[in-house]
C-alpha cells in the first residue's frame, strides 16, 4: 500500500516567516502534486513535479521532488496571511491513472 | 473553460437513506475520479470512471458506487447511509493522454447524516 506522510500537520506562524513542509514516502511515485484547498472548497492544484530532482517556483513558493521520487518538498519565503490555508501533496503511483494518494495535509496559518 | 462542477452543494439526509452525488466534468476531459474527505481520514480515493468504465476502485463498501454516462458526466450513490458517511465529497475530472495525470477538483458536495 503506498502512502504519503506530511509533516509538519499544523503550522503558525508570523507574517514574513519562511517555512517548508515536507511529503514522504518508501514508495516511488510517476508524479506528484500539491494543492491548496480552502475550507469548504475542493482542492486547488498548484504545480506538479514529474522528474527526480525537479525545482519548480510558483512566486514564493518553491516545490522540489526527491531524485528517488519517494519525497517532495514545498518552501514558502516571506509568508502572508493570503497563504492561509490546507497544502496537500497527492502522488500518483500507479502510472496514468486516476488514483490519487493524498497526504494528511499540513493546516497553515500565517498571522498578520 | 469551465472548471468541475458539482451538484448539490449542500445536502442533509438520514440514517438508511440513499443519496445520489453529479459532477460535471471540465469540457475535454475523459476521466472522472472521486474522494471523500473526513478530518479524521483526510481525502480518500472512492473509484475512477474512464469512457464509461470503472477503472480503479478504493477500499470502501458496496454502498458506495458511481457510474459515468457518455458526455463524461458522472454520478456517485450511497446507499443505506450511516452516521460515517457524513463528509465532504470531492470530484476530479483529467483530461488523461500524457504521461502523467493532473487532476482538477470541483468545490464538493457537502453531506450530512443524521
Known amino acids: 500500500t503506498q502512502l504519503l506522510e506530511q509533516s509538519p500537520q499544523f503550522l503558525s506562524i508570523q507574517e514574513g516567516e519562511n517555512l517548508t513542509v515536507y511529503c514522504n514516502s518508501s514508495s516511488v511515485f510517476s508524479s506528484l502534486q500539491w494543492y491548496r484547498q480552502e475550507p469548504g472548497e475542493g482542492p486547488v492544484l498548484l504545480v506538479t513535479?514529474?522528474?527526480?530532482?525537479e525545482v519548480k517556483k510558483l512566486k514564493r513558493l518553491t516545490f522540489q521532488f526527491g531524485d528517488a521520487r519517494k519525497d517532495s518538498s514545498l518552501h514558502i519565503t516571506a509568508a502572508q496571511p493570503g497563504d492561509t490555508g490546507l497544502y496537500l501533496c497527492?502522488?500518483?503511483?500507479?502510472?496514468?491513472?486516476?488514483?490519487?494518494?493524498f497526504g494528511q495535509g499540513t493546516t497553515l496559518q500565517v498571522k498578520p | 473553460k469551465a472548471g468541475v462542477t458539482q451538484t448539490p452543494r449542500y445536502l442533509i439526509k438520514t440514517r438508511g437513506q440513499q443519496v445520489t452525488l453529479s459532477c460535471s466534468p471540465i469540457s475535454g476531459h475523459r476521466s472522472v475520479s472521486w474522494y471523500q474527505q473526513t478530518p479524521g481520514q483526510g481525502l480518500q480515493f472512492l473509484f475512477e470512471y474512464f469512457s464509461e468504465t470503472q477503472r480503479n476502485k478504493g477500499n470502501f463498501p458496496g454502498r458506495f458506487s458511481g457510474r459515468q454516462f457518455s458526455n463524461s458526466r458522472s454520478e456517485m450513490n450511497v446507499s443505506t447511509l450511516e452516521l460515517g458517511d457524513s463528509a465532504l465529497y470531492l470530484c476530479a475530472s483529467s483530461q488523461m493522454g500524457g504521461h502523467y495525470n493532473e487532476q482538477f477538483f470541483g468545490p464538493g458536495t457537502r453531506l450530512t447524516v443524521l
Open positions: 513535479v514529474v522528474t527526480g530532482g
Open positions: 497527492a502522488g500518483n503511483g500507479s502510472g496514468n491513472t486516476g488514483k490519487l494518494i
